[in-house]
């Protein structure tokens, strides 16, 4: 079973796209982004979520990063 949020590559002008369960959450341009991506989707404690593989997947590139590719 793969994680059920999905934190894209960067893309070529800056910020991830964040998917939740398949559907598109926004483009982030932080971690403060994505943690209110989550709480608009319910999930508690979204802080504790982006380091955890199971909740989380970082897909083309380091973590926490979000600069232009």
Do not use: C, K, N
Not at 28 to 41: I, K, S, Y
């Amino acid at each position: 079973m793969s994680a059920p949020i999905v934190i894209h590559r960067p893309s070529p002008t800056g910020g991830r796209r964040v998917t939740i369960r398949g559907q598109i959450a926004g483009l982030a341009h932080g971690d403060q982004d994505v943690t209110e991506f989550l709480r608009r989707a319910g999930l508690p404690d979204a802080e504790r979520l982006l380091d955890q593989p199971e909740w989380v997947e970082w897909r083309g590139g380091r973590a926490h990063t979000y600069a232009a590719a």
